[in-house]
């Protein structure tokens, strides 16, 4: 079957200090991935995607690549910010007869400390 | 952001009690989904619908059915909620062609 495995936090930053949430993954056939985001009280949120290997997803800052060879989409940021402080969560998508399905990571909660 | 409304927000209910939460989206997607989110287990999907009356069910099915009526209204029922039915209930949408879905904001539900 599908899965994420992402790393279990929190995971603590300073401001202006380089971000790594790693997130591997196992699937059949040639899933889709993504990066959501949940502030505190919301709901969740597209960061980016990648719809195929070698794809780089990147939105405010952050950064993804989808590596069919490691199977990781490893979340990545240069200089964080207090107001990055969320929930990440991996998920892949995988196409079936009723609609894409997706498949999420527990999440890695980011805390980042001015 | 999707037009993805959830009602109510925040519910308290008694164990044995029936509970339905409602999605209604203004985007005219055809699918919509039910997850719930707890603790170290990220979302998990407890049944979707790829059309009106089209319904089937995800991972955590076992106490939940479902019913869509309209293509803009998704309902979650709990017919005899439970503790273990503790937990935020979200609801997404997708279109035809798209790898992506759009959740909404969420229910918070306390099983007592």
């Known amino acids: 079957g599908n899965s994420v495995t992402q790393m279990e936090g929190p995971v603590t930053l300073s401001e202006e200090a380089f971000l790594t949430i790693n997130c591997t993954y196992t699937?059949?056939?040639?899933?889709?991935l993504f990066w959501y985001v949940q502030y505190p009280g919301e709901g969740l949120q597209l960061l980016l995607k990648?719809?195929?290997?070698?794809d780089k997803g990147s939105n405010k800052g952050f950064e993804a690549t989808y590596r069919k060879e490691t199977t990781s989409f490893h979340l990545e940021k240069g200089s964080v910010q207090v107001s990055d402080s969320a929930v990440y969560f991996c998920?892949?998508?995988?196409?079936?007869?009723?609609?894409?399905?997706?498949?999420f990571g527990g999440g890695t909660r980011l805390m980042v400390k001015p | 952001d999707a037009g993805i409304t959830q009602s109510p927000r925040h519910k308290v209910t008694e164990t044995g009690t029936p509970v339905t939460l409602r999605c209604h989206q203004t985007?005219?997607?055809?699918?919509m989904y039910w997850y719930r989110q707890d603790p170290g287990h990220g979302l998990r999907l407890i049944h979707y619908?790829?059309?009106?009356?089209?319904?089937d069910k995800g991972e955590v099915s076992d106490g939940y059915s479902v019913s869509r009526s309209k293509t803009e209204d998704f309902l979650l029922t709990l017919e005899s909620a439970t503790s273990s039915q503790t937990s935020v209930y979200f609801c997404?949408?997708?279109?035809?062609?798209?790898?992506?879905?759009?959740f909404g904001p969420g229910t918070r539900l306390l099983v007592l």
């Open positions: 997404a949408i997708s279109e035809v062609g798209s790898k992506t879905q759009y």
């Open positions: 998920a892949l998508s995988v196409y079936m007869d009723a609609g894409n399905m997706l498949t």
């Open positions: 699937a059949t056939g040639y899933p889709s």
């Open positions: 619908s790829y059309g009106v009356k089209d319904t």
């Open positions: 985007e005219n997607h055809r699918y």
């Open positions: 990648a719809t195929k290997a070698d």
